[in-house]
T-cell receptor, first 116, second 118 residues
Framework: AQKVTQAQTEISVVEKEDVTLDCVYETRDTTYYLFWYKQPPSGELVFLIRRNSFDEQNEISGRYSWNFQKSTSSFNFTITASQVVDSAVYFCALSEGGTSYGKLTFGQGTILTVHP | EAEVAQSPRYKITEKSQAVAFWCDPISGHATLYWYRQILGQGPELLVQFQDESVVDDSQLPKDRFSAERLKGVDSTLKIQPAELGDSAMYLC????????????????FGPGTRLTVL
């Protein structure tokens, strides 16, 4: 069975600090997909990134970067120079390939608070 | 920009009453998902449709919950009777996943329906 663990329940930083959100996953499939979503106070889940299991290349998008390491089953997310607008709940999620049709298994989320 | 629509945004009901939630996915999206998110937790899949067919309802409490997507477009999730433990956010998502093509497309989420059962 697939499982996603986000060990950090809450993180609090001061604006401009860098912050890393950890994500560890479990799956028996060799083909799978990893995601990060942001949930601001409004409640809507906002897609940030998707990674497939065959692509371990790290990705950077502006102040966001992601580090995927299959050897440790981790898919960590770093925000550089954090801003108050980054305050939200962040979810890591996993979907298995094949005929699963994209069902997402989410972690419990990390609440990030960025103070001015 | 295309969005997933959900209504109502908020619903307060008393236990043992019936409630219904509506979702209109992004046009052309074949796959539709209903998730339940209890406060402080990640969303959990309740039911998944591919066009008008249910492909996964293993976590749906079928004694009280039902879901349909009759024409393969919009969908309704119903709870009857509602219980106190059903208080949660109900999220609908859709993705462009052609039949037989599994699990790669990003899911677009609606704003959710926040249900409070008194």
């Amino acid at each position: 069975a697939q499982k996603v663990t986000q060990a950090q329940t809450e993180i609090s930083v001061v604006e401009k600090e860098d912050v890393t959100l950890d994500c560890v996953y479990e799956t028996r499939d060799t083909t799978y997909y990893l995601f990060w979503y942001k949930q601001p106070p409004s409640g809507e889940l906002v897609f940030l990134i998707r990674r497939n299991s065959f692509d371990e290349q790290n990705e950077i998008s502006g102040r966001y970067s992601w580090n995927f390491q299959k050897s440790t089953s981790s898919f960590n997310f770093t925000i550089t120079a954090s801003q108050v607008v980054d305050s939200a709940v962040y979810f890591c999620a996993l979907s298995e390939g094949g005929t699963s049709y994209g069902k997402l298994t989410f972690g419990q989320g990390t609440i990030l608070t960025v103070h001015p | 920009e295309a969005e997933v629509a959900q209504s109502p945004r908020y619903k307060i009901t008393e236990k043992s009453q019936a409630v219904a939630f509506w979702c209109d996915p992004i046009s052309g999206h074949a796959t539709l998902y209903w998730y339940r998110q209890i406060l402080g937790q990640g969303p959990e899949l309740l039911v998944q449709f591919q066009d008008e067919s249910v492909v996964d309802d293993s976590q749906l409490p079928k004694d009280r919950f039902s879901a349909e997507r009759l024409k393969g477009v919009d969908s309704t999730l119903k709870i009857q009777p509602a219980e106190l433990g059903d208080s949660a956010m109900y999220l609908c998502a859709s993705s462009f996943s052609p039949q037989g093509f599994g699990g790669t497309n990003e899911q677009f989420f609606g704003p959710g329906t926040r249900l409070t059962v008194l």
